[in-house]
């Protein structure tokens, strides 16, 4: 018997505070026309102190996922959970999930790989349900990035890029020949893990005495790192390569594709790469308008909201492409 996994279910959930460009420009010397023009982005969200982490967002999205999906609690029999920004150092949010979710003592992964992590936690619950080892897979990206942020002019370029929220999906085994994700395929490139990052904490960058010690707060290690335009001239290529790659992979067609949903990065290079591709505004889904870049949360996001509007059918072509910090990236094709 062949194997092969579909999406069951999705869901998203985002915190209710809004953050807009003007409220970001009474913290910092920046502005709404600064912000649009390079970055397309018109506000975000932010968690209340208190209300949310990334697990419960998480939690919250995945609840929605799981209810769509038909699969029961009962029979979700793996979780994996990417993020950046986990509740603790450790232990990572998957197993708080089988906690918070009431879930069997099933296994729970953490993938660690930024904006592509959603794209590489698929892969791998796609490697899992074709092997035959596990049915219902619960895959979740789920982000806070408000609280980690630099909102003084000093960390502008990039705590203006940036949101909190969550999104998630089942994989569900299927046998239904050439339905279902048809491919994954992930990079990396490490020469570059240090144009995008947050060093501390980190066991490599400090003994934790000498935090206790002198813990500045105007040590920008603390603080995430963005080399904007090296990271920009990258992405904008690994995009396109690792979209060409599925397609070929599959003998598929740039005009094959339905729906592009690119991880969130900036609108700047989803509209590049929709130029690239010759895709219309129809077949590529943006909302980093209203949410910022979520990181691992973006594509399962983005997904869940092309999906609630009709725009994701039944037998369409549907691509997820990433790129971030790692240098990581990676992408899915799905015949939906
Ligand atoms: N508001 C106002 N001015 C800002 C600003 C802000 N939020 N952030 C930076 N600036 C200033 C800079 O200080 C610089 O000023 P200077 O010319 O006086 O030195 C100027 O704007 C240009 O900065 P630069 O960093 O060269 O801008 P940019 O055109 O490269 O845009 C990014 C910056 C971050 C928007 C852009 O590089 C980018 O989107 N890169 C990709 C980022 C990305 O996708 N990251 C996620 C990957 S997963």
Redesign the pocket.
């Given at each position: 018997m062949k194997y092969h996994s579909k999406i069951s279910g999705l869901g998203y959930y985002v915190p209710d505070n809004i953050v807009t460009n003007d409220d970001l420009s009474k913290k910092m010397?920046?502005?709404d026309e600064?912000?649009q023009e390079?970055?397309g982005i018109q506000e975000r969200r932010h968690i209340i102190r208190g209300e949310d982490t990334t697990t419960s967002m998480g939690v919250k999205a995945a609840k929605i996922a799981i209810e769509r999906s038909g699969v029961s609690k009962e029979d979700i029999d793996f979780v994996i959970f990417a993020t950046l920004s986990p509740d603790y150092y450790f232990p990572g949010p998957g197993v708080l999930v089988q906690r918070d979710l009431g879930l069997k003592t099933v296994g729970a992964l953490d993938v660690r790989n930024q904006?592509s992590g959603f794209v590489y936690a698929v892969s791998v619950a796609d490697q899992f349900i074709k092997t035959g080892m596990y049915k219902n897979i619960l895959v979740i990206g789920s982000e806070v990035h408000s609280t980690g942020l630099d909102m003084t002019t000093r960390g502008?370029?990039v705590s203006?890029?940036f949101g909190d929220g969550a999104g998630a999906a089942v994989l569900s085994r299927t046998e239904e020949e050439g339905k279902g994700i048809l491919s994954t395929h992930l990079h990396s490139e490490g020469q570059h893990a240090e144009e995008?990052a947050l060093q501390a904490p980190g066991m490599g960058k400090r003994w934790v005495t000498d935090i206790i010690a002198d813990n500045d707060p105007n040590d920008e290690s603390y603080y995430p790192y963005?080399n904007?335009?090296f990271?920009?001239k990258n992405?904008v290529v690994r995009f396109s390569e690792v979209i060409n790659e599925g397609l070929e992979t599959n003998n598929l067609q740039v005009s094959d594709i339905n729906m592009l949903i690119p991880?969130q990065?900036?609108l700047?290079?989803s509209q590049f790469i929709q130029q690239k591709f010759k895709l219309t505004d129809d077949q590529v889904y943006n909302n980093i308008q209203k949410y910022g870049?979520t990181t691992a949360a973006s594509i399962p996001i983005a997904l869940t909201e092309a999906w609630e509007k009709g725009k994701i059918k039944e037998g369409d072509l549907v691509v997820l492409a990433a790129?971030?910090?790692g240098f990581t990236w990676g992408s899915v094709i799905i015949r939906w």
């Open positions: 010397d920046t502005n600064w912000i390079r970055t904006c502008r370029g203006v890029i995008l963005m904007g335009q990271v920009f992405a991880h990065a900036n700047r290079i870049n790129f971030g910090s």
